[in-house]
């Protein structure tokens, strides 16, 4: 049983930053490809970032040039680190790992909640 185990949210001013850890109980590289999705109040889950194999990464509109992923394999670790951050970054940020052999299984973490407030 695939675990992912997300930590590092908090409050935070807005302007300010966090990082986002996910630590996952299988190596990394199991995973075709890893992301991070987050769900506001009211609104549907949308993905934030993601990362394949291939070290391609991909990053929704409202993020770019603010949201770093990155990972380290040694650990089994994937990361976001968040900077600039805005109230409207206010969400549970769940971590995403989707394998695609033999068949396409996808696995969730239990979510951190990430507050940005004066």
């Known amino acids: 049983q695939v675990q992912l185990v997300e930590s590092g949210g908090g409050l935070v001013q807005p302007g300010g930053s966090l990082r986002l850890s996910c630590a996952a109980s299988e190596n990394i590289f199991s995973f075709n490809s890893m992301g991070w999705y987050r769900q506001a109040p009211g609104k549907e889950r949308e993905s934030v970032a993601s990362l394949t194999n291939a070290d391609t990464t991909n990053y929704a509109d409202a993020v770019k040039g603010r949201f770093t992923i990155s990972r380290d394999t040694a650990k089994n670790t994937m990361y976001l680190q968040m900077n600039t951050l805005k109230p409207e970054d206010t969400a549970v940020y769940y971590c995403?790992?989707?394998?695609?052999?033999?068949?396409?299984?996808?696995?969730w973490g239990q979510g951190t909640q990430v507050t940005v407030s004066s």
């Open positions: 995403n790992a989707v394998r695609y052999w033999p068949t396409r299984r996808e696995y």
